[in-house]
Nanobody, 125 residues
Framework: QVRVVESGGGLVQAGGSLRLSCAASGTTFSSYSITWFRQTPGGKEREFVAAISWSHSNTYYADSVKGRVTISRDNTKNTVYLQMNSLKPDDTAVYYC?????????????????WGQGTQVTVSS
């Protein structure tokens, strides 16, 4: 059973930074791509944020976060990090990570089976 756990969210002022973590277990971590999504209050769909592939650790970003967000992975710790800088109130959401055997990883939430509880990020203006 694959399990993912997100952490690192919190309340931050606009312009601040946060680093989210995604820990995965129950799978060969280094063989899976990891994708971050977010869901805003009242949002029906989870929005793609960033992803990192298992092959070559290629990275992918949504246009809305490009240049402000960096995704990285540490296979020795079975953890992926999402460093978020220059945060804006529009970044306020619950952030989820998930795993995929595909590379490049898909950008649609329907392509994923395993989800964590998410971690809340709130950016105040």
């Amino acid at each position: 059973q694959v399990r993912v756990v997100e952490s690192g969210g919190g309340l931050v002022q606009a312009g601040g930074s946060l680093r989210l973590s995604c820990a995965a277990s129950g799978t060969t971590f280094s063989s899976y791509s990891i994708t971050w999504f977010r869901q805003t209050p009242g949002g029906k769909e989870r929005e793609f944020v960033a992803a990192i592939s298992w092959s070559h650790s290629n990275t992918y970003y949504a246009d809305s976060v490009k240049g402000r967000v960096t995704i990285s992975r540490d296979n020795t710790k079975n953890t992926v990090y999402l460093q978020m800088n220059s945060l804006k109130p529009d970044d306020t959401a619950v952030y989820y990570c998930t795993v995929s055997a595909l590379s490049p990883p898909p950008r649609l939430q329907e392509s994923y089976l395993y989800w964590g509880q998410g971690t809340q990020v709130t950016v105040s203006s």
